[in-house]
Nanobody, 124 residues
Framework: QVQLVESGGGLVQAGDSLRLSCVASGRTFSSLAMGWFRQAPGKEREFVAAISSSGRSKVYADSVKGRFTISRDNAKNTVYLQMNSLKPEDTAAYYC?????????????????WGQGTQVTVSS
């Protein structure tokens, strides 16, 4: 079993930056591929970014490419999502997810473990 705890959300203005963190426990972190997803009210959960277990492979949704950066620190059991140039349409609950495989994937059902989410609100 893997436990995931996100932090770093908040209320910001358009153009600001935020860094989300997700700390994992319960399994060797370096064996987990990690992802970030988000869900706005009334919408389905959507893929944001993912990183392989080694950190060498990264994938981004087109909507955040060039603005968001995913990274990980395997020594700290932590995955990060640096969000720059935030837009009102980035407003959502952001969820960290983990899967016990090496490779990066972008689909929600492929992830076995989920955090409780952290809210990001971007005002215009």
């Amino acid at each position: 079993q893997v436990q995931l705890v996100e932090s770093g959300g908040g209320l910001v203005q358009a153009g600001d930056s935020l860094r989300l963190s997700c700390v994992a426990s319960g399994r060797t972190f370096s064996s987990l591929a990690m992802g970030w997803f988000r869900q706005a009210p009334g919408k389905e959960r959507e893929f944001v970014a993912a990183i392989s277990s080694s950190g060498r492979s990264k994938v981004y949704a087109d909507s955040v490419k060039g603005r968001f950066t995913i990274s990980r620190d395997n020594a700290k059991n932590t995955v990060y999502l640096q969000m720059n140039s935030l837009k009102p349409e980035d407003t959502a609950a952001y969820y960290c997810a983990a899967r016990p495989y090496i490779m990066v994937v972008t689909t929600t059902p492929s992830y076995d473990y989920w955090g409780q989410g952290t809210q990001v609100t971007v005002s215009s």
